[in-house]
């Protein structure tokens, strides 16, 4: 079966700092990834998604990059955070067209 | 895209059905519609989808309407632990990556 991993789950960080968030998905292979935040009280905000190795498409302008150096793995960063990049991030999957999402359990992300 | 209006807020009382109603005026032909519930600190689950005929399995049933323009979550008795954000978002059936957005979604508060 598949399964999505993310990591850390929690994270507090200073502004000004780097961030890295990775994430990795077991039992399948070339699915759609995806990176989404949600800010307390708010909806999901599509940040990147990536269809393949090297792959990267970005949704919206920010400090934020993304990258995916293997088939299963998705990692997000920034160089400097920003207060405003606090937030719940999400990391999903997904294979084939019209079919679910899959989500991992999130990293909560507090800049300070 | 094509949007989704959902209510924010719904109430039921624990073991009773619940309906979820969910309008997408603008959906295409090929767009599939897709259910999940987000419970508090989690990440979105997958509840279930369909395109044009109804839909049931062990979570819950998707009821379509026959013009596509709206469809209805059901879960047919409401449990403590179906207290969750239920979005209703849209997916077209065009191969590859899916772009989709997360709108607010429904509260559900169930009763005990």
């Known amino acids: 079966s598949q399964t999505i991993h993310q990591w850390p789950a929690t994270l507090v960080q200073p502004v000004g700092s780097p961030l890295s968030l990775e994430c990795t998905v077991e039992g399948t292979s070339n699915p759609n990834l995806y990176w989404y935040r949600q800010a307390a009280g708010r909806g999901l905000q599509l940040l990147f998604y990536s269809v393949g190795i090297g792959q990267i498409s970005s949704e919206v302008p920010q400090n934020l990059s993304a990258s995916r150096p293997q088939d299963r793995q998705f990692i997000l960063s920034s160089k400097k955070l920003l207060l405003s990049d606090s937030g719940f991030y999400l990391c999903?999957?997904?294979?084939?067209?019209?079919?679910?999402?899959?989500f991992g359990p999130g990293t909560r992300l507090t800049v300070l | 895209d094509a949007k989704t209006t959902q209510p924010n807020s719904m109430e039921s009382n624990e073991e009773e059905p619940v309906h979820l109603p969910c309008n997408h005026s603008?959906?295409?032909?090929?767009?599939?519609i897709h259910w999940y519930r987000q419970l508090p600190s989690q990440g979105p689950e997958y509840v279930i989808h369909?395109?044009?005929s109804n839909v049931n399995n062990r979570m819950a049933s998707l009821a379509i309407a026959e013009d596509r323009k709206s469809s209805t979550l059901i879960l047919h008795r409401a449990t403590l632990r179906d207290a969750a954000v239920y979005y209703c978002?849209?997916?077209?059936?065009?191969?590859?990556?899916?772009?989709?957005?997360f709108g607010i979604g429904t509260k559900l508060q169930v009763i005990p």
């Open positions: 978002i849209l997916r077209a059936n065009s191969g590859g990556y899916q772009k989709v957005t």
């Open positions: 369909g395109l044009t």
């Open positions: 999903a999957w997904s294979v084939g067209s019209g079919m679910g999402q899959f």
């Open positions: 603008t959906i295409s032909g090929t767009d599939y």
